[in-house]
């Protein structure tokens, strides 16, 4: 009993701490280019924000403004993986939290698949956003302003929707296009907003789409294609460690894409890994997504449930010129609900800032 009431007294103590400092700091940012990719930082500044006007976002921010002054080694840093087709500015808030709560969070803009180029969507780039990672990880250590502030062998990554493939792959999981068929040619009814992303106005390839998994349904695997078998992720049962990036420590994932992992590797994680759930999310139905990767993996929790909340509830800023164009392209889940608070989201992301300050 008295180690229990001590170990909720020090959380208490440490959630209080990161109201505090979310209360008294400023937040900054700039951007970084590492070859192709653009990179947003954003970070803990003595600089009073301002309101910032970014296409339809409004950003409240103090633009290449200083960060505020911090020993060598002594922050710490976490990487931001948006979602398909997404960009920094949606994921604002939670980025503020955390640089709010001490944290330098780097925000890459992934290649093939953001707001400019989403040419890659899907599986191409679910190949390559892990790389994205950890280039970011490299390009903000060898940053002349930042570099020298965090220690860059202990790294969170956060990641939402797509960025859930990302944040998994990094924690050693690993995906294959068989799982996604399979599931789709069983489940395709029940997990629509998954199985047919993006074709919410494209009635002639879903009904495509829908052929190609109906006339996978029922193959033995032996007889399925050798390309679509191939693991993509982590480094697999032969590894001891099967992260592909040692660097990475802590993951939170927010509404993830989960199914196309294995039951094996899911349960070959080892690092800390928190979920934030959506009950209401009809993008990526929770009990095929988040569901399986609580269940198989062991190193894995769920932080937070809101069982409202949408799958595009935890954009902010999200205006509604952009909301209703993204939902347009959702054959389902695409809206989010209105009565999902504001507080609510904030609260959320309070926790996922404590998380990475209990776990880096």
């Keep these: ?199 919410g106005q494209k009635p002639q390839l879903q009904t495509q789409r829908k052929r190609q998994f109906e006339m996978t349904r029922g193959a033995p695997e032996p007889y399925m294609p050798a390309h679509l078998k191939i693991a993509h992720g982590g480094q697999g049962s032969e590894s001891s460690d099967p992260r592909p990036d040692p660097r990475i420590a802590a993951i939170s994932l927010l509404v993830p894409l989960g199914v196309i992992f294995t039951s094996e590797s899911l349960a070959r994680i080892r690092i800390p890994v928190v979920l934030t759930t959506a009950g209401n999310d009809g993008v990526l139905a929770p009990r095929f997504h988040s569901d399986k990767i609580l269940q198989h993996c062991t190193s894995c929790t769920r932080l937070s449930d809101h069982p409202i909340a949408g799958h595009f509830d935890w954009l902010s800023p999200w205006p509604t010129s952009v909301a209703t164009a993204v939902a347009a392209t959702q054959t389902r889940g695409g809206l989010p609900n209105p009565n999902f608070s504001p507080e609510e989201r904030q609260k959320a992301f309070d926790q996922i800032a404590l998380f990475f300050k209990q776990k880096l």
């Design 1 to 199: 009993m008295t180690s229990t009431l001590s170990t909720f007294k020090r959380w208490a103590c440490a959630f209080t701490w990161v109201l505090a400092s979310a209360s008294q700091a400023q937040v900054g940012m700039r951007q970084i280019q590492w070859g192709d990719m653009p990179i947003t930082l954003v970070y803990p500044t003595e600089t009073v924000a301002q309101a910032v006007v970014k296409g339809p976002f409004t950003l409240h921010v103090a633009l290449n403004a200083a960060p505020a002054p911090a020993a060598p080694g002594s922050r710490k840093l976490v990487v931001l993986s948006h979602g398909t087709a997404g960009s920094y500015e949606p994921d604002f808030q939670l980025a503020a939290t955390l640089a709010k709560a001490g944290f330098v969070v780097a925000q890459p803009l992934h290649r093939g698949d953001n707001f400019r180029d989403f040419s890659q969507a899907g599986p191409e780039s679910w190949k390559t956003r892990p790389l994205d990672v950890s280039e970011t990880i490299t390009a903000v250590s060898r940053d002349a302003v930042l570099g020298a502030q965090f220690n860059t062998q202990q790294v969170g990554v956060h990641g939402m929707s797509a960025g859930g493939v990302t944040g998994l792959a990094l924690a050693g999981a690993q995906w294959r296009m068989l799982d996604l068929i399979q599931h789709c040619a069983q489940h395709l009814d029940e997990d629509l907003g998954f199985c047919l992303n993006g074709l």
